[in-house]
């Protein structure tokens, strides 16, 4: 079964940094798309980046202090300029399917994912 485990989260104050890193267990890692998406308590999961097909996807509210990234074996995601609205579970995952943005920030389009990473930003 494929296992994604997400790491480096943490309590940063605002305007500071924090990456992300997301490892993949049996999974061809290569051929595979990931994204990020996050949950802050009471509201609905949302996209927060994505990469796939030599292409990266960002949620505007992330755009241009987000950066996704990928090696063989992971893929990261460094935020910068942290706000306290940013401060949310986030959860890497998996999708070997998609085309475009409208796909890949839809989380029914991702098969797997990990058990999230806390981040929380304080003012």
């Known amino acids: 079964q494929v296992q994604l485990v997400e790491s480096g989260g943490g309590l940063v104050q605002a305007g500071g940094s924090l990456r992300l890193s997301c490892a993949a267990s049996r999974l061809t890692f290569s051929t595979y798309a990931m994204g990020w998406f996050r949950q802050a308590p009471g509201k609905e999961r949302e996209f927060v980046t994505a990469i796939g097909g030599g292409n990266t996807y960002y949620a505007d509210s992330v755009k241009g202090r987000f950066t996704i990234s990928r090696d063989n074996a992971k893929v990261y995601l460094q935020m910068n300029s942290l706000k306290p609205e940013d401060t949310a579970v986030y959860y890497c995952?998996?999708?070997?399917?998609?085309?475009?943005?409208?796909?890949?920030?839809?989380?029914?389009?991702?098969?797997?994912w990990g058990q999230g990473t806390q981040v929380t930003v304080s003012s």
């Open positions: 995952a998996t999708t070997g399917r998609c085309s475009g943005y409208g796909c890949y920030a839809s989380f029914l389009q991702y098969d797997y």
